[in-house]
């Protein structure tokens, strides 16, 4: 190995040899010399160790998802990053955000949270407040650039739309988080990839239907009806748990009747003693459509869920 100068710039891991001693033995000086030279290595070698200690010591990036559908985007587009966790705030449970009351648990991870991702639109106004409490939070809004439909927040439930989502999500922590940048910009590309692949599988598998009138239980599915050419007749419960009245009933009936709509869809999360007293009046079938804010903590979550929905829509309206 090439001798190098004390003092020279060093690398970690890299050895300064002595000056050879002159023929006739030791002087006091190359005594010296010798000396220093052991020094600098020792000090490099703990100076590396440091720094290694440091490296892997070093509190990881603490990124916080405010519900479901958010969480599974996340988990995909951080997979594999070194020194990062991922946390829901909300319980899946939890469904849409509409009226939920955040718990002191809820508080603590807002407070210790790095970032936030959130989906906009005004779904999570119960964080107004709280995120006060967490002034450090860089906050990511998934939906951002995305026109929305009268103010409706369910961005998400749309296939193309939660690709544009996560390519949002993963521009944003790109920005934050400079190490892991490019592998957050390519896991958000292929993740996309892989929701846009869906949302052509749909609208393959949808072809052949000729009834596109349908009602749901919610406003959760207006991006999704656009997507793939439904036409949402009616929605019987315009909040989750506020039943119509018997009027609102009577005219949903009605309406049923006379656009000939065969399915009222459900949601998985929610009653649906409203849907079936418009069923038995009108013969209507009930079937189930997912709007993805609750399921399984797994990457390929909200595929499988879309899939579960072709399904359905297939089963009752070919």
């Given at each position: 190995?090439?001798?190098?100068?004390?003092?020279?710039?060093?690398?970690?891991?890299?050895?300064?040899?002595?000056?050879?001693?002159?023929?006739?033995?030791?002087?006091?000086?190359?005594?010296?010399?010798?000396?220093?030279?052991?020094?600098?290595?020792?000090s490099?070698?703990?100076?590396?160790?440091?720094?290694?200690?440091?490296?892997?010591?070093?509190?990881?990036?603490?990124?916080?998802?405010?519900?479901?559908?958010?969480?599974?985007?996340?988990?995909?587009?951080?997979?594999?990053?070194?020194?990062?966790?991922?946390?829901?705030?909300?319980?899946?449970?939890?469904?849409?955000l509409?009226?939920?009351?955040?718990?002191?648990?809820?508080?603590?991870?807002?407070?210790?949270?790095?970032?936030?991702?959130?989906?906009?639109?005004?779904?999570?106004?119960?964080?107004?407040?709280?995120?006060?409490?967490?002034?450090?939070?860089?906050?990511?809004?998934?939906?951002?650039?995305?026109?929305?439909?009268?103010?409706?927040?369910?961005v998400?439930?749309?296939?193309?739309?939660?690709?544009?989502?996560?390519?949002?999500?993963?521009?944003?922590?790109?920005?934050?988080?400079?190490?892991?940048?490019?592998l957050?910009?390519?896991?958000?590309?292929?993740?996309?990839?892989?929701?846009?692949?869906?949302?052509?599988?749909?609208?393959?598998?949808?072809?052949?239907?000729?009834?596109?009138?349908?009602i749901?239980?919610?406003?959760?599915?207006?991006?999704?009806?656009?997507?793939?050419?439904?036409?949402?007749?009616?929605?019987?419960?315009?909040?989750?748990?506020?039943?119509?009245?018997?009027?609102e009933?009577?005219d949903?009936?009605a309406l049923?009747?006379?656009?000939?709509?065969?399915?009222?869809?459900?949601?998985?999360?929610?009653?649906?003693?409203?849907?079936e007293?418009?069923?038995?009046?009108?013969?209507?079938?009930?079937?189930?459509?997912d709007?993805?804010?609750?399921?399984?903590?797994?990457?390929?979550?909200?595929?499988?869920?879309?899939?579960?929905?072709?399904?359905?829509?297939?089963?009752?309206?070919?």
């Amino acid at each position: 190995m090439a001798a190098r100068f004390v003092g020279a710039p060093l690398a970690c891991g890299e050895l300064v040899e002595p000056p050879a001693p002159p023929a006739r033995g030791f002087t006091l000086a190359s005594t010296r010399s010798l000396v220093l030279c052991c020094c600098v290595n020792l000090s490099r070698t703990i100076v590396c160790a440091l720094l290694a200690a440091t490296a892997a010591g070093a509190a990881p990036l603490r990124i916080v998802t405010t519900f479901y559908p958010l969480h599974i985007a996340a988990l995909n587009i951080t997979s594999n990053a070194p020194n990062v966790s991922v946390i829901n705030l909300t319980p899946p449970t939890s469904g849409c955000l509409h009226d939920y009351q955040l718990t002191p648990a809820d508080l603590a991870r807002l407070i210790h949270a790095d970032v936030l991702i959130v989906n906009g639109g005004g779904l999570e106004a119960f964080l107004d407040k709280a995120r006060r409490q967490a002034p450090r939070a860089k906050v990511i809004e998934a939906s951002a650039g995305i026109e929305l439909l009268e103010g409706n927040p369910h961005v998400w439930v749309s296939p193309e739309l939660a690709a544009r989502q996560a390519e949002t999500i993963g521009a944003g922590l790109a920005r934050l988080d400079a190490p892991n940048a490019e592998l957050y910009r390519r896991n958000a590309a292929a993740y996309a990839a892989q929701l846009r692949a869906q949302a052509e599988k749909m609208r393959a598998g949808l072809k052949g239907i000729a009834s596109r009138n349908i009602i749901t239980l919610h406003e959760a599915f207006p991006y999704f009806a656009r997507e793939f050419g439904f036409n949402i007749a009616a929605v019987v419960e315009r909040e989750p748990g506020a039943a119509p009245g018997a009027r609102e009933l009577a005219d949903t009936i009605a309406l049923v009747r006379e656009k000939k709509v065969r399915a009222l869809f459900v949601e998985p999360q929610y009653p649906a003693r409203s849907a079936e007293v418009i069923a038995r009046a009108t013969g209507a079938q009930i079937a189930v459509l997912d709007p993805a804010v609750t399921g399984p903590v797994a990457a390929g979550a909200y595929l499988q869920i879309m899939e579960k929905n072709l399904a359905e829509l297939q089963r009752v309206l070919k």
